[in-house]
């Protein structure tokens, strides 16, 4: 073969496509994932999503879900050594520390992570225990008063906060108002109005104008 014939190649060879070593398990209807795809998806974060289907009882599940998630739960985020993180708002912080987006000024910290608390004790108990007694689950009258009392006060308490700041932290957007706001995208299938916390409903708006943003009905199908 004559030498020009053999000749490196002078343009520079197309990349091989790359895979995201971050693999999150998420599911569909669930909020708790929502959280850790939403600040993915906002953040532009490369990374593999998996759907589980929790119709299926926990042992059968595939097995590399089973051995990540150590409390048979969804999210779970694997990193790329393979470490697995559980619990969403643990990996909302993880992921804000790695990725330096949606973390709040170096300030706003501590009140970031206060939200995260309150979420998951309120907001992020009752809204999503009312709207899974209503929509699977069937519950008696007296639970659903609880539930439904409890939604109705913690929506209270963000409109209250949200009422003077566009967002929960005054920097910005941040990982409180992606864990908060997680369920609430679904308020209609609790019977609440959005309507009635005109700050919480305007709220939601700002975060679902936000560059990149994807409902969860989208952001979790398979
Ligand atoms: N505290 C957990 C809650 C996670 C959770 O409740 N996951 C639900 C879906 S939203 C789940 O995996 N349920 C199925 C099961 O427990 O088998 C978190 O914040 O990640």
Same mark, same amino acid.
């Given at each position: 073969m004559p030498?020009r014939?053999?000749?490196?190649p002078t343009t520079t060879?197309?990349?091989a496509p790359?895979?995201?070593?971050? /693999?999150?398990?998420g599911a569909?209807?669930s909020?708790?994932?929502?959280?850790v795809?939403?600040l993915l998806?906002?953040?532009?974060?490369a990374?593999?999503y998996?759907? %589980?289907s929790?119709?299926?009882?926990?042992? !059968?599940?595939?097995?590399?879900?089973?051995?990540a998630?150590?409390?048979g739960e969804?999210?779970?985020l694997?990193?790329?050594?393979?470490?697995?993180?559980?619990q969403?708002?643990?990996i909302?912080i993880h /992921?804000?520390?790695?990725t330096?987006?949606?973390?709040?000024?170096?300030a706003?910290?501590?009140?970031?992570? =206060?939200w995260?608390?309150?979420?998951?004790?309120? %907001?992020?108990f009752?809204?999503?225990?009312?709207?899974?007694?209503l929509r699977?689950?069937?519950?008696?009258?007296?639970?659903?008063?609880?539930l439904?009392a409890?939604a109705t006060a913690d929506?209270a308490?963000?409109d209250?906060t /949200?009422a003077?700041? =566009?967002f929960?932290?005054?920097?910005g957007?941040? %990982?409180?108002?992606l864990?908060?706001?997680?369920?609430l995208f679904?308020?209609a299938e609790?019977? %609440?109005a959005?309507?009635?916390?005109?700050?919480?409903?305007?709220?939601?708006d700002?975060l679902?104008?936000l !560059?990149?943003?994807?409902? !969860?009905?989208?952001?979790?199908?398979?």
């Amino acid at each position: 073969m004559p030498d020009r014939q053999r000749a490196m190649p002078t343009t520079t060879p197309a990349q091989a496509p790359t895979t995201p070593s971050l /693999l999150l398990y998420g599911a569909v209807g669930s909020g708790h994932s929502y959280k850790v795809r939403s600040l993915l998806l906002l953040s532009a974060t490369a990374h593999r999503y998996q759907c %589980i289907s929790l119709d299926t009882p926990r042992a !059968p599940r595939p097995a590399a879900f089973v051995a990540a998630s150590r409390f048979g739960e969804v999210p779970v985020l694997v990193d790329e050594t393979g470490g697995a993180h559980c619990q969403s708002n643990a990996i909302l912080i993880h /992921l804000a520390q790695h990725t330096h987006r949606f973390g709040g000024a170096p300030a706003e910290r501590g009140t970031v992570v =206060e939200w995260l608390f309150w979420e998951s004790n309120r %907001i992020g108990f009752s809204v999503p225990n009312l709207r899974f007694a209503l929509r699977w689950a069937p519950q008696p009258a007296d639970v659903l008063d609880y539930l439904r009392a409890r939604a109705t006060a913690d929506l209270a308490t963000l409109d209250q906060t /949200l009422a003077s700041t =566009e967002f929960l932290l005054p920097s910005g957007p941040t %990982i409180a108002d992606l864990a908060c706001s997680a369920y609430l995208f679904w308020l209609a299938e609790t019977g %609440i109005a959005a309507e009635d916390f005109a700050h919480v409903a305007r709220w939601l708006d700002s975060l679902s104008a936000l !560059p990149s943003w994807v409902h !969860p009905d989208k952001a979790l199908a398979p």
